[in-house]
């Protein structure tokens, strides 16, 4: 059974500063999702990892893959208020259905 | 293009009631998800489907059936809802294959059970 631990639960840093969420998953899994969710809202696809050393960078965000190390990042650079949100990871189970066991989630909030 | 959408949004129903969340997506996606949500616990699989006519348990099952008759639906029923099913449900749609697509997910259902 795939189990997934992200870290930290809770982040809270100010605007401009940098962090990295970190997500280790116990199974071999080649492909890892990233989703961004606001309060109250759906779940929306931040990045797609398909392979080992596969690295995605959109605006300030950027994710990245060791699939060896069973372990993914999602690096935030000159964080901005607007990057409040919770953020999941999900690896994907090997087999059928690309089913996907998600973290519980890290939940950013930027201040000024 | 309307994605994924889920009805209701919200829901109130008595211990003991049953209901069914509808899930329909235009995108004609063969694999669909019911996921419930819970404070603190990220996004529980119930119940998939890789195709019109098929589906399979998740993690999290029992108390829920599923039905797929058509492709663009799948169907979540509750047959005796319980308080312990109070939660928010995300159903979500992807590509039959290989390759990086996501899956995409409804706006969700708040149900509360009393």
């Known amino acids: 059974e795939l189990k997934v631990e992200q870290n930290p639960l809770f982040l809270s840093m100010q605007e401009g500063k940098n962090y990295t969420i970190y997500c280790n998953y116990s199974?071999?899994?080649?492909?890892l999702y990233w989703y961004r969710q606001d309060p109250g809202k759906s779940l929306e696809s931040l990045f797609v990892?398909?392979?080992?050393?596969a690295v995605k960078q959109e605006g300030r965000l950027m994710a990245s893959l060791d699939t060896k190390a069973r372990l993914s990042t999602l690096h935030i650079t000159a964080a901005v208020h607007d990057l409040s949100a919770t953020y999941f990871c999900a690896p994907e189970d090997a087999g059928t259905a690309s089913k996907l066991t998600f973290g519980t989630g890290t939940r950013l909030q930027v201040t000024l | 293009n309307a994605g994924v959408t889920q009805t209701p949004k919200f829901r109130v129903l008595k211990t003991g009631q049953s209901m069914t969340l509808l899930c329909a997506q235009d995108?004609?996606?063969?694999?669909m998800y019911w996921y419930r949500q819970d404070p603190g616990m990220g996004l529980r699989l119930i119940h998939y489907s890789v195709g019109e006519g098929t589906t399979a348990k998740g993690e999290v099952p029992d108390g829920y059936n599923v039905s797929r008759l058509k492709k663009q639906n799948f169907l979540l029923g509750l047959e005796s809802a319980a308080p312990s099913q109070t939660s928010v449900y995300f159903c979500?749609?992807?590509?039959?294959?290989?390759?990086?697509?996501?899956?995409?997910f409804g706006d969700g259902t708040r149900l509360s059970i009393l």
């Open positions: 979500a749609s992807r590509y039959g294959g290989e390759g990086n697509q996501p899956q995409h």
């Open positions: 995108m004609n996606h063969e694999y």
């Open positions: 990892l398909l392979s080992n050393g």
């Open positions: 199974t071999t899994s080649d492909r």
